[in-house]
């Protein structure tokens, strides 16, 4: 009786060992976006995954948005500017997506010329440029931009504006527009 109770007890403990082999190491995936996007992989939420696991992340902007960058813990994901990524799961990691207000590729145009704005922040113009008015070609980081017959006027993220023209009847000059932007005249 005392081996069969002997032989149980050993049983009854390798038993209980076995069911107390830890699993996987596994660590927490916040993700969250500012406005204008969402990451549609994984849906925004919190969720769990193992040490190790290369999670993809992939964003989408809303109309009138494009994806910035991710910040947070960011120090495994393998490019944070591109709007589909991985990263590698080795802790508890809070990622945000961020967006910006960008202005559609648009195009605006007088008689003469045509401007139009692309989502890089950079302008594009084509048609007659008799007065220079499609001398854009070095305008970047802007967010609206403008054609008349005879000018273009483009708006800088920083509040700055820029204009190329004829400025016949001063339509160019904008410098400071309303006292809140500053402008720099180009010719």
Not at 3 to 21: H, K, P, Q, R
Not at 96 to 121: E, I, R, S, Y
């Amino acid at each position: 009786m005392r081996t069969i109770s002997s032989c149980l007890i050993t049983v009854a403990l390798v038993a209980g060992m076995v069911g107390c082999t830890p699993g996987p190491v596994q660590y927490d995936l916040t993700i969250s976006s500012t406005e204008g996007g969402e990451l549609v992989t994984p849906s925004e939420a919190t969720s769990t995954y193992d040490e190790g696991t290369a999670v993809t992340l992939v964003v989408f902007p809303h109309t009138g948005y494009h994806f910035v960058n991710s910040t947070g813990d960011v120090g495994t994901i393998a490019n944070v500017s591109t709007a589909s990524t991985a990263i590698t799961m080795n802790d508890n990691y809070s990622i945000t997506a961020n967006f910006a207000f960008q202005c559609l590729p648009m195009v605006d145009g007088g008689h003469l010329h045509t401007a139009g704005l692309k989502f890089d922040g950079a302008v594009v113009a084509t048609g007659l440029n008799n007065y220079g008015q499609c001398n854009v070609g070095n305008w970047t980081d802007i967010v609206q931009v403008a054609a008349d017959d005879y000018h273009t006027v483009g708006l800088k993220s920083d509040g700055t504006v820029v204009t190329v023209e004829r400025n016949y009847y001063g339509e160019c000059d904008v410098d400071p527009l309303d006292g809140h932007h500053s402008g720099v005249r180009r010719r």
